[in-house]
């Protein structure tokens, strides 16, 4: 078990703990159970351990190796307490260290982070090996335990005195000297328990007994956990349908490694919300919303979803969270356990197992930020209590964005959790159930004052309502805050229950909702959220909060426009009346009355506009301005004292409100799309390197996004093809001088000393000083446009020679059966993997969406419906056929 006290086992099976002097006293239940015969912890799994290695010894199954034989019968008991305390801000070039059961997929994780953080993998086992010339396993046999143990401990102090810094460090070890080791390595750099499910350890290990590795899994996890301060779920990957799938045209080239990349993904995730900000640029969002913290927001929600349905696997986490903004798993087992009378040693460690899993696997399904909620009963005894502090604890060694912690508990239990959070938010959370007493009561200030004094981030009072009255009595409580002197925490309060849903739809940050496509009905009112995100959103708009609006997409010719159906869609998941209509026209003259109408929200802009329209914008963002040119156009109603454009969170206050415009901004968010596609398309083998090189065709407005793309991944060395050199030379220059200015800070570091190169002709060599390019992109048109014909590009072969393929994107869509495209796919067998503007358009159109809206974008509906309203050559949906790559898709892009 995880916690701060000493945690021992009662003969009738339950639990004891043994408090030292930093948690809750023990009163009288230390009376009660003086004469009850305890274990500790420790013996427990001491004797666990013997007898699973007498077992083993005795039923050894045929396929068993002598490695795989002393991975269970090596396995030592605990032999320090669970190792809790204050984790420092980790430099952001400490070394980390991952340890774990053989099989837990340490040595993967390790190589996909090293090449993300440009850091040295250190496996220790090897280093063992190259130091003695034998495996453990084969010293241990030849020199016997204490020896092999000892020389462990040697070869571990050894690699984490040489490799503090700039180092992923892998360890399978157990022993008490490896314990104490690592433990202090804890004390300053992230040591990271690798955990994954039992199946995928007994395949690795090929063991028969299922019995034997969960009891192998419990001993090793206890041991574990007393020795490192984080713990990461390593969730089994199956291949998606998708990946055995080949469609012609229509089907992307299947990537073979698609899910290493979503282990990747989340595991990075992880990792970047351990170390300081910045620390893994390759994780760096580039969404609006993402930088601003959903309680610095206007109208925020908490899609409440039971850890039970996520272990269950009986809830699609991105379908229900659409119009939500954080995902709130909510434990319900504590409460459960404690009414059932069924809360023992080992349910409380399944609940440890369980949280850990369940976090994993919402945090793989989704980029919003996590809100675990422990459920604490009303009435909940000494033992319970500290159950709950040992599992909330634990929690905070999975790093979720926030966490709540019950405000009924003592002020010293709540400080030292405080102190020991890490980078997690507290929300202080009290939710009387039984006999409420009245928002008027001073006792929910005091509740308020307890969590802003002890240092909380946010307080969440929540009641149920009798009435109907409850919902304006609230305003009570939040005038006497406002009144409040001094630093203040976000208040979050509202009532719950049928009655309730007027001021949890008026509550204004991260009231919590129940998924919109829930249709069961959860048996635990009222602590079941009665209101869905969609919900809340329509009521505002019906409450005239928030206005009906006015989008639209700009262009000479944009009839053929999938935005209209992928942004009307969306806005419909999300509950926003907004309209967004195409409008084709020959001049920015036919558009003016349209940005000038008080109920104009913004529009995307197509070609040939997105630098023309930047004469109409008062401000451009940084990135619109290092790119020049604009594809988001944004009306500003409100500005700062000084005139310039709110920044942060006041930059969306607005949003949602007409009335006159004082400014129009201009964004660009087309290389946020081409980022994603090339982050998603290249292959663990093509990692970007000092030396990958990127070749760009075309440069007009996308090929500008499209270096801008490339600069912000890392990519140094650019190569540019256009039919007119002196338009690319022009291009190149732009970017040449934009990198030599001071002051500018928005490229990656990857980016300083890039060098770009124009070849003037196919017929041209390959630059003999830049390596063979590994991305490839064509911002040239797709179709024929007025009197020019389409294009028909090829490029030489031994442009494609790259020995381990790469990604070649088109950001086109109107046609996707090109020559470029056709000439890609053949190449997929030696690792090219192709995209186009199907991919492309609705990763762009996420941060579009969020800038229109203030909410985020419903990512699968958006993507689901652009493959939706494609059209066949016959003009009728083509979805059947591209299924398959909505199933395949990653929705971790940041």
Request: hydrophobic content about 40%.
């Amino acid at each position: 078990m995880l916690g701060h006290e000493e945690i021992m086992l009662r003969s009738n099976g339950f639990r004891k703990i043994r408090d030292h002097g930093h948690g809750i006293s023990s009163r009288n239940s230390e009376a009660q159970t003086e004469q009850t015969p305890t274990l500790t912890l420790a013996e427990t799994l001491h004797s666990q351990s013997r007898n699973s290695s007498r077992s083993q010894s005795q039923s050894q199954p045929p396929s068993t190796r002598p490695e795989q034989q002393d991975a269970v019968t090596r396995t030592p008991s605990p032999t320090f307490p669970p190792l809790t305390g204050e984790v420092p801000e980790f430099a952001p070039d400490a070394s980390m260290l991952l340890a774990g059961i053989r099989g837990a997929g340490k040595s993967t994780l390790a190589i996909m982070a090293s090449s993300a953080m440009d850091r040295k993998v250190i496996d220790l086992e090897t280093a063992f090996q190259k130091t003695s010339g034998l495996s453990s396993a084969a010293y241990k046999a030849e020199h016997g335990s204490a020896a092999c143990y000892k020389h462990q401990a040697k070869v571990l102090q050894n690699a984490l005195d040489r490799h503090r810094t700039g180092c992923i460090l892998v360890c399978s070890w157990m022993e008490s000297r490896i314990q104490n080791l690592l433990r202090e390595f804890a004390a300053t750099h992230p040591v990271i328990h690798i955990v994954r499910d039992a199946d995928a350890i007994q395949n690795h290990l090929k063991f028969r007994d299922k019995a034997k590795i969960r009891n192998l899994l419990n001993v090793s996890n206890a041991i574990f956990r007393t020795c490192t301060n984080f713990e990461f779920f390593n969730i089994s990957e199956k291949p998606t349908r998708s990946s055995l799938t080949r469609i012609f045209l229509t089907q992307r080239t299947p990537a073979p490694y698609l899910t290493l990349k979503h282990v990747e993904r989340h595991f990075l995730k992880f990792l970047s919300l351990i170390y300081p900000a910045g620390t893994i640029p390759f994780m760096d969002s580039a969404f609006p919303l993402a930088r601003i913290p959903p309680e610095e927001r206007r109208f925020t929600y908490a899609t409440s979803i039971p850890l039970s349905d996520v272990l269950d696997d009986s809830v699609d986490t991105e379908e229900h969270v659409a119009g939500a903004d954080v995902v709130q798993i909510v434990v319900h087992d504590l409460s459960d356990h404690a009414e059932a009378g069924t809360l023992t040693a080992e349910t409380s460690s399944q609940l440890l197992a369980d949280i850990t899993k369940g976090i994993g696997v919402v945090r793989r399904s989704t980029i919003l930020p996590i809100i675990l909620h422990l459920f604490l009963p009303h009435t909940a005894s000494e033992d319970v209590v500290r159950v709950y502090l040992d599992l909330i604890h634990h929690t905070l060694r999975l790093a979720p964005e926030m966490m709540t912690v019950d405000l009924r508990l003592e002020d010293s239990h709540i400080s030292r959790i405080l102190t020991v959070r890490k980078r997690t938010k507290i929300i202080g959370n009290a939710f009387i159930i039984t006999d409420p007493p009245s928002w008027e009561s001073p006792m929910w200030m005091n509740w308020y004052k307890k969590a802003n004094t002890l240092g909380c981030h946010l307080a969440r009072l929540i009641r149920p309502a009798a009435n109907v009255e409850d919902n304006f009595r609230i305003n009570h409580l939040r005038s006497s805050v406002d009144a409040l002197q001094g630093p203040k925490i976000p208040l979050i309060a509202y009532n719950s229950g049928p009655l309730g849903r007027n001021s949890a739809a008026f509550n204004r940050i991260l009231t919590v909702v129940r998924p919109d496509s829930l249709e069961r009905v959860n048996p635990k009112p009222p602590i079941t959220p009665c209101i869905t995100a969609v919900g809340a959103t329509k009521a505002l708009f019906s409450s005239f909060i928030y206005n009906e609006m006015k989008l639209y997409v700009f262009g000479t010719n944009v009839s053929y426009s999938l935005s209209p159906a992928m942004h009307t869609r969306a806005l419909k998941a999300c509950g926003v009346p907004h309209t967004y209509e195409p409008v084709s026209c020959a001049s920015l003259r036919g558009i003016r009355h349209l940005i000038e109408d008080p109920n104009f929200a913004g529009a995307s802009i197509g070609l040939p506009f997105k630098v023309e329209i930047i004469t109409l914008t008062h401000s451009l963002s940084n990135h619109a301005r290092a790119i020049g040119a604009v594809n988001t156009l944004i009306p500003i109603r409100s500005l700062n004292e000084d005139g310039s454009i709110p920044t942060g969170a006041a930059f969306f206050d607005s949003v949602n409100q007409s009335g006159p415009i004082k400014a129009l901004y201009g964004e660009n968010t087309d290389w946020i799309g081409i980022r994603a596609c090339i982050r998603r398309g290249l292959s663990p083998a093509n990692a970007v390197v000092a030396s990958t090189c990127g070749l760009v065709i075309g440069a007009g407005g996308m090929a500008r996004a499209t270096i801008y793309a490339m600069l912000q991944v890392g990519i140094k060395n650019i190569v540019v093809y256009n039919r007119t050199p002196q338009n690319a030379q022009k291009m190149v220059s732009h970017f040449t001088e934009l990198l030599q200015r001071k002051g500018f800070k928005l490229l990656s570091a990857g980016s300083e000393g890039a060098q770009f190169h124009v070849i003037e002709s196919l017929e041209d060599a390959w630059p003999a000083d830049v390596r063979l390019p590994t991305v490839v992109v064509s911002c040239i048109p797709t179709h024929r446009i007025g009197n020019v014909p389409a294009p028909d590009l090829t490029l030489p072969d031994e442009w494609l020679g790259s020995r381990t393929g790469g990604v070649a994107i088109e950001l086109g869509y109107k046609t996707l059966d090109t020559p470029f495209l056709a000439q890609f796919r053949k190449e997929s067998s030696r690792g090219w993997v192709s995209m186009d503007g199907l991919d492309m358009l609705p990763e762009q159109g996420f941060a579009q969406f969020e800038l229109f809206t203030g909410r985020r974008a419903p990512r699968r509906i958006m993507r689901r419906e652009v493959f939706q309203a494609y059209p066949d050559e016959e003009g009728k949906s083509n979805f059947e056929e591209l299924r398959p790559r909505l199933q395949s898709l990653d929705e971790q892009e940041a």
